[in-house]
């Protein structure tokens, strides 16, 4: 099993990333796929998600209107578009998988997620 994060950088405030997620070794299309961070000396957060089929996605209220997740299933691959830029946006992503269904009314916890890739750098800096 491997989740591979890339697109990761240094940008500046206001500035615009695209982070991909890739995936093997495990039935994609069949697991929710969740982006996470973590900024130095801070708890790793989940910041989006995503379902299976791609018809469900989720937002942390401080990424809603700048972050945008999609997934390729035919590519295993999931993305995420990361717009407008802030310097607390700065942190560790990390991409994980879930076999527990995303849902409407339900977003797996950080537990849930049983694969994890390596973690890509974002920093935004002046």
């Known amino acids: 099993v491997q989740l591979v994060e890339s697109g990761g950088g240094l940008v500046q405030p206001g500035g615009s990333l695209r982070l991909s997620c890739a995936a093997s070794?495990?039935?994609?299309?069949?697991?929710?796929i969740g982006w996470f961070r973590q900024a130095p000396g801070k708890e790793r957060e989940v910041v989006s998600c995503i379902s299976s089929s791609g018809g469900i996605t989720y937002y942390q209220d401080s990424v809603k209107g700048r972050f945008t997740i999609s997934r390729d299933n035919a590519k295993n691959t999931v993305y995420l578009q990361i717009d407008s830029l802030k310097f607390e946006d700065t942190a560790v992503y990390y991409c994980?998988?879930?076999?527990?269904?995303?849902?409407?009314?339900?977003?797996?916890?950080?537990?849930?997620?049983?694969?994890w890739g390596q973690g890509t750098q974002v920093s935004v800096s002046s």
């Open positions: 070794g495990f039935p994609f299309d069949h697991y929710g």
């Open positions: 994980a998988a879930s076999p527990v269904s995303v849902e409407s009314w339900y977003i797996p916890g950080i537990k849930e997620y049983i694969y």
